[in-house]
């Protein structure tokens, strides 16, 4: 017996060593708060890639919000106007003649989506699934030492409070186990007292079926009104007694009272009933302290393959309110804060996407709404992207595939978008799509009309063959850029000036113009950052075609074009890169688009050492839009400053993004910043800003675009007195592991599956070094 015993020890320390060198176990961190939230973006947010949960930790009556990724209403739908294409030449005259904004009425009129397009009810919407409704009966007057927290990295919530003597505990989290969401309410005295509802604001039915509440609805398809199903399960296990009454589940004279939450959609599933019932049996099988430890293994597998530390501070064990509202006055005080902001997004990627899935929306996976602004949908010319950009830095690089499986599923319908609006061959996406496929312009010219999404999408697929070097991958990706570069080969037409091929119509992403004739417009030939993408892309499909050894002619084809696409201008006198094909005026110029540093990045087409005098245009550019803006675009500047590799400048810009707000309404100017629950504020929450930090945190710490490896490019002074990473990836299949001390790295580590020769630049100097090999890189 007892050498079993020691044996297994030994199995378990062994196995403890090998656990330890392929991950980069992150310290614990959290953040948490003295009090319930008050509104919905004070709440914690759960996931585990389909479900999610957002509990507001009231102490007698809680309001747990409830989503699904795939919950939306609206419908597969042909909103492409067969007719467009023969407007195109007129419209491509008038712009040629500086008719721009006889152009935009043309498009008004016959180059829009037909129908109502995103606003209309087959369009759809993501949704919320409901909330999940807890009355206790318990005087909330008497607590004390009320403490509500989120624990990164057992991506579990918990609610402790004392009253009346007794001690309370809630614990939450949404299974990557079972599948389903889980509750865990305990009290030191049997006295726990509960009804259990559920509801939202319109489609749902509930009802109890042997013991177990139920929430069942059918939201609108646009057309006959049956859309989406969906069915919620909730099943309760408790030492008390346990009842219904109504439409409720009501349990009393407890100490333990676990609640699981199952829910379905019919979404790609027509089992959906079976399923949710399913998930929820199996789950409640499982003992509670077994199904938390499989989620928290489970979570962690991903989550701690990457590690951060850059210090801590006399503030960083204060509530998360308090320490926003420092953090801007002394950042010093809080090192720690970047390190949890980073780390953060690393969790919300886990938390709300999942292989096989969806990609994270604009509100990822957490919608207290019907109508969810923008209609949480996935937005192309810049937000879905962002969602996904700090991700193979970050080692989540297989958390890109939902993303791939959307963009694919687009295709057949772009197809059609490309005929029917261009004559064209391949397929092109606008401005934003849906979970049904929508890849028709939107329904006004002055922000529907661009030629970026598809384009644009296409580099987001293109970085993780880069950071990968996975052939299987870029095989499967190939026919989607292929097709993305034959619409943009078949529709470039000359500039009448000079014969530069370019798209037309387009815009600058939801930018408008000042013509010399005083009228305002936003339709244009060859907008900067489609000359961007297409350049790009072409030079993707060259090199893929080569590795692939496929499509040698239409390869000749992209060479032959891209030596015909304009240069990059750079205005004079002041020296900002220029974002049309004229100098236009800009109507507004803070805009908080900055489309025309798209060779800055994501692309690398303007680099500091490669493009010197395009890098010094890009900053004089950052310098006149500011550094305040919505969310995602100060999310954006801090990733663009970290690419000029400007430390300091990048670190303004990080505090500038967590700056904390409280208002939820819709602006488009300034006042971006963060919810006292680290969800960005566009306003209102929207989680590309989250990403897009954490990608801007990622380029500061690592870069690798440039033919080589760079680390700490733009750290600020501020973080250079110490700080360490461990398990972040690099282009090329490279892990990395480094520390630095007073701004030089003092060790590094470079992994790859085999040994590689590769090129780091390390305190200044450019390096060439063998990879260790590491198989689960
Ligand atoms: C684009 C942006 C807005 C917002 C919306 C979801 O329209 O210009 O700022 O992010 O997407």
Redesign the pocket.
């Known amino acids: 017996m007892k050498n079993l015993y020691t044996k297994s020890l030994k199995l378990f320390a062994l196995l403890a060593i090998s656990i330890q060198s392929v991950n980069a176990q992150q310290k614990p961190l959290s953040y948490w708060f003295a009090q319930p939230a008050k509104i919905w973006e004070e709440s914690l947010p759960l996931g585990n890639g389909r479900l999610g949960l957002t509990p507001d930790g009231g102490v007698n009556e809680e309001k747990i919000v409830l989503n699904d990724i795939t919950l939306w209403s609206g419908s597969p739908q042909d909103a492409n106007n067969y007719d467009a294409y023969k407007s195109l030449p007129q419209i491509r005259q008038l712009i040629a003649d500086g008719k721009n904004d006889e152009a935009q009425k043309l498009v008004n009129q016959n180059f829009v989506c037909k129908g109502p397009g995103s606003s209309g009810g087959q369009w759809g919407c993501f949704q919320t699934l409901g909330t999940l409704k807890l009355n206790y009966d318990l005087d909330e007057t008497k607590v004390s030492d009320y403490k509500r927290t989120l624990l990164l990295n057992d991506a579990t919530a918990t609610t402790s409070f004392l009253l009346d003597g007794v001690n309370y505990k809630r614990e939450y989290f949404c299974s990557f186990g079972n599948d389903v969401a889980i509750v865990r309410l305990t009290a030191d005295k049997p006295q726990l007292k509960i009804n259990i509802g559920l509801n939202r604001e319109e489609r749902f039915k509930t009802s109890i079926r042997d013991g177990k509440l139920e929430m069942y609805g059918q939201l609108d398809n646009g057309t006959n009104g049956k859309g989406m199903e969906y069915l919620t399960k909730v099943a309760v296990k408790t030492d008390g007694v346990q009842k219904t009454s109504g439409n409720e589940l009501n349990v009393e004279k407890a100490s333990v009272i676990t609640i699981y939450i199952s829910n379905k959609t019919s979404f790609r599933d027509a089992d959906f009933r079976a399923n949710a019932n399913r998930l929820l049996n199996s789950a409640i099988q499982k003992d509670y302290a077994s199904e938390k430890a499989n989620h928290i293994a489970k979570f962690q597998k991903l989550f701690n393959r990457v590690s951060l530390d850059l210090g801590t501070g006399a503030n960083s064990n204060l509530p998360i309110n308090e320490r926003l509202l420092n953090y801007k006055q002394n950042p010093a005080l809080d090192l720690e804060l970047p390190t949890l902001f980073y780390q953060f997004g690393r969790y919300l990627s886990i938390s709300s996407t999942r292989m096989g899935l969806l990609p994270p929306n604009?509100q990822g996976l957490w919608a207290h709404q019907i109508k969810t602004?923008?209609n949480g949908?996935y937005?192309l010319?810049?937000?879905v992207q962002m969602n996904h950009w700090h991700l193979e830095t970050a080692n989540l690089g297989e958390l890109n595939y939902p993303l791939v499986d959307l963009v694919k599923n687009m295709v057949p319908n772009g197809e059609k978008t490309a005929k029917a609006y261009y004559n064209a061959k391949g397929w092109i996406a606008h401005?934003?799509t849906n979970v049904w496929g929508f890849t028709e312009p939107g329904e006004s010219a002055s922000?529907g009309a661009s030629n970026a999404g598809s384009g644009w999408l296409c580099n987001n697929l293109w970085s993780h063959y880069e950071f990968t070097k996975d052939i299987d991958y870029l095989k499967k990706i190939y026919p989607i850029l292929k097709g993305s570069a034959e619409f943009y080969s078949s529709v470039l037409t000359p500039y009448p000036k000079n014969g530069w091929l370019v798209t037309s119509p387009s815009v600058s992403?939801?930018n408008s113009f000042m013509l010399p004739n005083g009228k305002q417009a936003a339709i244009t030939m060859g907008p900067t950052i489609d000359n961007h993408i297409v350049r790009e892309l072409f030079r993707n499909v060259i090199e893929s075609s080569e590795r692939l050894k496929v499509d040698e002619t239409f390869r000749k084809q992209l060479e032959g074009q891209l030596a015909q696409l304009p240069p990059t201008a750079i205005i004079a006198p002041d020296g900002r890169i220029q974002e049309w094909i004229e100098d236009y005026k800009e109507t507004e110029p803070k805009h908080?688009?900055i489309s025309h540093l798209y060779g800055l990045f994501p692309a690398s087409l303007i680099t500091p050492s490669g493009t010197p005098e395009y890098a010094e245009a890009a900053r004089k550019t950052l310098e006149v839009r500011g550094d305040d803006g919505?969310g995602?675009?100060i999310a954006y500047k801090l990733i663009f400053w970290a690419r000029l590799q400007d430390g300091n400048r990048a670190g303004t810009l990080l505090q500038e993004l967590l700056k904390p707000v409280i208002s939820t309404g819709t602006t488009?100017g300034a006042g971006g910043g963060v919810y006292t629950n680290l969800f960005v504020a566009?306003p209102p929450f929207?989680i590309?800003g989250n990403f897009g930090g954490a990608a801007g945190i990622g380029e500061m710490l690592i870069q690798s675009h440039e033919g080589f490896v760079n680390l700490i490019p733009a750290i600020p002074d501020l973080w250079k007195k110490s700080g360490s990473v461990k398990g972040v990836k690099a282009r090329g299949g490279l892990e990395l592991d480094f520390a630095w001390q007073n701004g030089q790295i003092t060790t590094y580590k470079v992994f790859s599956k085999v040994p590689a020769n590769v090129k780091i630049k390390v305190n200044g100097k450019l390096l060439s070094v063998k990879s260790t090999t590491k198989i689960n890189t």
Request: glycine share 0%; aromatic share 18%; net charge negative.
């Open positions: 604009l602004p923008w949908d937005h010319d810049v937000n401005i934003i922000w992403p939801e908080r688009h919505t995602w675009s488009y566009h929207q590309d």
